[in-house]
C-alpha cells in the first residue's frame, strides 16, 4: 500500500523564475525507510514540504499536480489535519521548540487539536524516542541530540504514520547520530512507522535505509533499493553526493581492474571485508611515525596552567566544566580539537579569546595572562570563527563585514586588502549582500574570511563544517588548506572525522572536561580504548582498512588503495 | 572618583555579562519554582495582586502602607526572587522618590516635608514588590494560565511562555554578536577621566549596534517556528473552547491557597486595628 503518493507535482516559489519541483512523481510505500540524497538546491526540502502540505497551504506559490498522504488529497484539508498523517522535523530543529519544558513541548500538538489524553500521548512519545523520565526537565538542560529527540517526539506525540527529517545528524556527533538512527530504526520497525530522510552521510544510508531517491534538478532521477543505489557511483558523484568511501574504493578497484566487474559494491565494512578478501596488505614505505616523532621545541603558544570552569547553574551546584586543565599549544601546530557534544569544546575557545574567566588557574597567550587583557587588544593575535556564522555578520553587507576591523584600526590599504581577501574567498560576486542570506557554504566562508582579515596568529574555528553538504564540506577544507600562510596556528573544534584525519597533526580529544588524548592521528584512532570511551567514528576507510589489517592506517581512499593490492 | 568610574567602565561588561543576565532571567523564571509563593493557584494570587497592586495608591495612612510593605517584603522574600530583579527593584524606588526624600534630609527638612516622601516611597515599594512577588515568583507557564482563566486571550498567554522560552537563546546570540563587536572593533584608549567617558560610551554604542544583526538573526529563526506553530496546531486550538478547557484543567484551589489568602487578610486586620488606636 502507498501511504504516500506524488502525482506530477510542479512548484514555483513565488518570484522564483524557474520551478523548483518538475514534475514529480513519486510513491513511498507503508513501512519503508527512504533516504532522499540530491545537490544543494535540487528541492529535496521543497518536496518534503508538499508531502506534509505546508505548500500549497503555508507557503503559496504556482502548485500544480496532486499528493496524496494516507489517500487523502492534501489540497483538500488542514495542514493540523495533515499532521496527524505526516510528522515534520526542522533541519534547524532548536526553532520547532516552542514549550519551555519537555513533556509540555512533547504533547504541546496533542493539547491543541483538543486530545484529552494529550498528557499521556506526550509521554508514550518521548517514551518511544528515548526521553523517558526526562518529563520535566527544562528544554536549556537538554544536549543537541536530545533536544532534536524532543523535536522528533512533538511530531511522533501525533501518531503519525510518516515521519519526515530534514538532515538529522548534520549537528551531532556520532554517538547521538547512531542514537537518532538507532530510534528512527526502531519506530519504523516496532511501530511500523514510515521513515523519510534527508541525508548527505552515505554510511548511515548504508546502514539504515531501505530505499534511496535521488533528486536531480527538481525532478526524481530514480528511487532504488539501498544496495542498487549506492552502486551508481557516477550518478551520486554527478549529483555532489560522496558514496560510502567504501563502495568508492571499490568502485575504483573495478575501473582499475583488480575488481571483478560483474559483483554488486560493498557498502558496509561488512561487505567490504568479503569483497576485498583477495587484496593484500602492503605497508607503505613513507611512515608517518618517524616525522611525528621530532621533539616539541616550539614556542608555546597558548598555554592552560591548572584552569578550573563551571558555568552558573539555574538551580543547585555549578556545572563543572574543566577541573584543573593543563594544557599546552604550540606556535605552527594544526590542532583538532574532538569530543561529544558538551565536552567543553566552544568553552575552551571562549577562554583562550577571554571571553569566559576561568575560576581557578591562568591562560597565557603569548606569555601575557588572557584576562588582563581587553578583547580589543587580543584580536591582534587570536581570532574566533562561531559555529553559528550568523553571529559574525554585524554589518549590512560581507564587504563591509570583512572591512569592518581593518577600517576601525586604521590598517594600510585596508581597501585593496579586503578586495583581495573577497577575491580569496571567491566572494567578490557577493560582497554586497547580507551575510545573513548567503547558502551555507558561502556563509562559511565568508565568516572564515572574517576571521582572518586581521591576520591573526592564532585562528579558531569552532564547526567550520557542520551543516554543510559533503561537497561544501571539501570546498572548506580546500579553503583551510589554502589559508596556511595566512595563520600560524589554527585550532578547530569538530566532529568531522574526515576533516580531522585530513588536516589535522595533533588531535586533542576531550572527555567529562579532560585531555584523555592527545598525539598524531595515528595515535588517537588506533586507541581502541579512547575510540571506545568517547564514542569516536574514525573515517569508515580507516575502519574498512584495519578490519582487513591491524597494522593499516589509511585514511583517505587513495591511501587505501596504495596499502592494499 | 577615577578609581570609580575606572571600575564602572570596566565592569559593565563583566558584572552584567550576557551570561550573568541570562543566568537570571532564568533563575527568576524557573530557577524557584519550588518555593511557597510558586506552589500557590495562579488565580489566587492574582486577586491578591489586585488587592496589594492597587488598594496602596489611594490610601496616604503611614501605619496601613507600612502594614502592605511588611507583608510584601515578606511574599517577595518568600518567593526567592533573583538578586538582580530586587537590585532593580531598589535602583527603580530609589530614581522614583528616595533621593527626593534624601535631598530632604539633607537640607535639614522636618517632619512636615518628609512624611508625604515616606507614603509615595511606600507605595511604590509596595506595589513594585507585590509584583515582583506574582510576576516573579511564579512560572510563567502558570502565570499565563492564571490570566487566561480571567479571561485574557490566548495570545496574550502564549506570547508570556514563548518569550522566556526563546529568551536565553536570544541572549546567547547577542552575547556572541556583542563579542564580534568587541574582538574585531578598537576601542577607544581609556586613559584618564576623560577616556573612561568615551570607553563608556563605545561600549554602550557596541550594545546598541548589536541590536540590529541580533534582531535580523531572529527574523531569520522565527520562520521555521512560525511553520511548526502551525503544523502543531496553535491556530486551531486558539479558537478551540475545548483546549482552553483542557489547559485550565490543571488548576486547583488547594487548603494552602486558602492559608495564604487567610494569612494575609489577618494581617491586614491586625493592621487595621492598630490604625484605629492611634
Not at chain 2, 59 to 87: D, E, H, Q, R
Request: hydrophobic share 45%; proline share 4%; aromatic share 10%.
Amino acid at each position: 500500500m502507498n501511504i504516500l503518493e506524488v502525482k506530477d507535482v510542479t512548484f514555483t516559489y513565488p518570484g522564483a523564475g524557474i520551478p523548483t519541483l518538475r514534475h514529480v512523481e513519486l510513491q513511498i510505500e507503508k513501512g519503508d525507510f527512504i533516504a532522499i540524497v540530491g545537490n544543494n538546491g535540487c528541492g529535496k526540502s521543497t518536496l518534503c514540504k508538499v508531502m506534509n502540505g505546508l505548500i500549497p497551504h503555508f507557503i503559496t506559490g504556482d502548485f500544480e499536480g496532486t499528493v496524496l498522504a494516507d489517500g487523502i488529497d492534501t489540497k483538500t484539508v488542514e495542514i493540523g489535519d495533515l499532521a496527524k498523517v505526516v510528522g515534520y522535523v526542522y533541519q534547524d530543529f532548536e526553532n520547532q521548540i516552542v514549550r519551555p519544558t519537555v513533556l509540555d513541548d512533547a504533547s504541546y500538538a496533542c493539547m491543541n487539536y483538543a486530545m484529552p489524553d494529550y498528557l499521556d500521548r506526550g509521554r508514550q512519545a518521548l517514551k518511544d524516542c528515548g526521553l523517558e523520565g526526562r518529563d520535566d526537565e527544562y528544554i536549556w538542560q537538554l544536549s543537541g541530540g536530545q533536544t532534536h529527540l524532543l523535536a522528533l517526539a512533538g511530531a511522533v506525540s501525533l501518531e503519525p504514520e510518516v515521519l519526515i527529517l530534514d538532515e538529522p545528524i548534520a549537528q551531532l556527533d556520532p554517538r547521538h547520530a547512531d542514537l537518532i538512527y538507532g530510534i528512527l530504526k526502531d519506530l519504523n520497525e516496532r511501530l511500523g512507522k514510515t521513515i523519510i530522510v534527508i541525508e548527505h552521510h552515505t554510511e548511515y544510508i548504508a546502514d539504515y535505509c531501505k530505499h534511496v531517491m535521488l533528486l536531480k534538478e527538481g525532478h526524481v532521477e530514480w528511487v532504488l533499493p539501498t544496495k542498487e543505489a549506492l552502486d551508481r557511483v557516477e550518478d551520486l558523484q554527478a549529483s555532489n553526493i560522496f558514496p560510502p568511501q567504501v563502495t568508492l574504493a571499490a568502485w575504483r578497484l573495478q575501473r582499475q581492474g583488480r575488481l571483478p566487474r560483474e559483483r554488486m559494491l560493498p557498502s558496509t565494512i561488512s561487505a567490504g571485508r568479503e569483497a576485498f578478501r583477495n587484496l593484500t596488505f602492503v605497508k607503505p614505505e613513507t611512515s608517518e611515525n618517524t616525522q611525528e616523532k621530532e621533539p616539541q621545541d616550539k614556542a608555546v603558544s597558548v598555554s592552560f596552567q591548572d584552569v578550573s570552569v563551571s558555568y552558573r547553574s539555574v538551580k543547585g551546584e555549578p556545572k563543572k566544566i574543566y577541573q584543573h586543565l593543563n594544557l599546552d599549544l604550540h606556535k605552527g601546530e594544526k590542532i583538532a580539537l574532538i569530543g561529544s557534544n558538551g565536552a567543553g569544546k566552544s568553552t575552551m575557545m571562549k577562554l583562550m579569546t577571554g571571553l569566559i574567566k576561568p575560576n581557578e588557574g591562568r591562560i597565557f597567550l603569548k606569555g601575557a595572562p588572557v584576562h588582563e587583557t581587553k578583547p580589543e587588544q587580543l584580536s591582534k593575535y587570536i581570532s574566533l570563527v562561531y559555529q553559528n556564522p550568523e553571529d559574525m555578520f554585524i554589518k549590512d553587507s560581507i564587504e563591509a563585514d570583512i572591512a569592518y576591523a581593518m577600517q576601525v584600526r586604521e590598517v594600510e590599504e585596508w581597501q585593496e586588502k579586503t578586495e583581495a581577501l573577497l577575491e580569496r574567498f571567491r566572494l567578490t560576486k557577493l560582497k554586497d549582500r547580507d551575510g545573513r542570506l548567503l547558502s551555507g557554504g558561502q556563509m562559511r566562508r565568508a565568516s572564515l574570511a572574517i576571521g582572518v582579515a586581521l591576520r591573526p596568529e592564532i585562528l579558531l574555528l569552532d564547526e567550520p563544517t557542520a551543516n554543510l553538504d559533503i561537497a561544501t564540506r571539501k570546498e572548506i577544507m580546500r579553503t583551510l588548506k589554502d589559508m596556511e600562510d595566512v595563520t600560524d596556528t589554527v585550532m578547530i573544534a569538530t566532529h568531522d572525522m574526515q576533516l580531522v584525519s585530513e588536516w589535522a597533526e595533533r588531535i586533542i580529544v576531550l572527555y567529562q572536561g579532560n585531555v584523555i588524548a592527545d598525539g598524531s592521528r595515528n595515535e588517537i584512532f588506533g586507541n581502541k580504548e579512547v575510540v571506545e570511551k568517547v564514542g569516536i567514528r574514525p573515517p569508515e576507510i580507516f575502519s574498512m582498512g584495519k578490519a582487513l589489517h591491524d597494522d593499516a592506517f589509511c585514511y583517505t581512499v587513495d591511501e587505501f588503495l596504495q596499502c592494499f593490492v | 572618583m577615577t578609581n570609580m568610574m575606572k571600575k564602572l567602565s570596566e565592569n559593565i561588561f563583566d558584572k552584567l555579562s550576557m551570561d550573568f543576565l541570562r543566568n537570571q532571567v532564568l533563575k527568576n523564571a524557573y530557577g524557584n519554582d519550588d518555593t511557597v509563593i510558586a506552589k500557590l493557584d495562579p488565580r489566587i494570587l492574582l486577586v491578591w495582586y489586585l488587592f496589594f497592586g492597587l488598594v496602596p495608591w489611594f490610601s496616604n495612612n503611614i501605619i496601613f502602607l507600612g502594614g502592605c510593605f511588611l507583608l510584601v517584603a515578606v511574599t517577595t522574600i518568600l518567593a526567592k526572587v533573583a538578586g538582580l530583579v530586587l537590585f532593580l527593584f531598589l535602583v527603580g524606588v530609589f530614581s522614583q522618590t528616595g533621593y527626593l526624600f534624601l535631598v530632604s534630609l539633607f537640607f535639614g527638612g522636618n517632619a512636615e516635608t518628609i512624611i508625604p516622601l515616606l507614603v509615595l516611597t511606600l507605595k511604590v515599594a509596595t506595589v513594585s514588590l507585590a509584583s515582583i512577588t506574582v510576576f516573579s515568583g511564579l512560572d510563567p507557564d502558570r502565570l499565563s494560565n492564571g490570566l487566561m482563566w480571567f479571561g485574557c486571550p490566548e495570545r496574550l498567554s502564549f506570547s508570556i511562555s514563548y518569550a522566556y522560552r526563546i529568551l536565553p537563546m536570544l541572549m546567547e546570540e547577542f552575547q556572541n554578536v556583542l563579542l564580534s563587536y568587541r574582538l574585531r572593533g578598537k576601542a577607544p584608549e581609556s586613559n584618564g577621566f576623560i577616556g573612561k567617558i568615551k570607553y563608556l560610551v563605545y561600549q554602550i554604542q557596541v550594545i546598541i549596534h548589536s541590536f540590529y544583526p541580533l534582531m535580523l538573526n531572529t527574523a531569520k529563526r522565527s520562520r521555521t517556528t512560525v511553520e511548526a506553530l502551525e503544523m502543531r496546531g496553535y491556530r486551531y486550538a486558539a479558537t478551540n473552547k475545548e483546549v482552553k478547557k483542557m489547559k485550565l484543567s490543571a488548576l486547583k484551589i488547594t487548603y494552602d491557597d486558602l492559608l495564604f489568602l487567610a494569612v494575609s487578610f489577618l494581617w491586614m486586620a491586625i493592621v487595621a486595628v492598630v490604625m484605629s488606636y492611634m
